[in-house]
């Protein structure tokens, strides 16, 4: 499903979102990342982090650092937070949402991201 290049490439984020909506499937984090990084431009991007979160099996700390690191620009790395922050495990420490705020290069993004996790 992922790896489905059929159809025009405006397309294809829906197409995916629609998928695992109505077929009830899901993915693991790496496939929700080859996802993000297949959409081919930062509105789409976005989409992807804005529909995704609920069909991730496995979201996990690491999955969010990756997810950030992916991100091109800071609109995706801040998208990235505030759409998936909601699905980490719970009892997260201090120290891995500092983690998470050292992805990010610029200092308005990090004070940005540092509202998101609650800091």
Not at 3 to 27: A, C, F, I, M
Not at 55 to 73: L, Q, R, V
Request: aromatic share 12%.
């Amino acid at each position: 499903m992922i790896e489905d290049n059929s159809g025009p490439p405006d397309d294809y984020v829906d197409r995916v979102l629609k998928t695992l909506q109505h077929d009830n499937k899901s993915l693991s984090w790496r496939q929700a990342l080859t996802f993000f990084e297949k959409a081919p431009w930062t509105q789409q991007k976005c989409r992807v982090l804005e529909g995704v979160g609920p069909f991730i099996t496995d979201f996990s700390k690491e999955a969010m650092i990756e997810f950030i690191k992916k991100g091109p620009y800071s609109q995706e790395k801040l998208a990235a937070a505030k759409n998936l922050s909601q699905y980490l495990p719970p009892g997260l420490s201090y120290q891995d949402k500092t983690d998470f705020i050292k992805e990010y290069p610029y200092d308005h993004d990090k004070n940005e991201a540092k509202k998101i996790f609650g800091m």
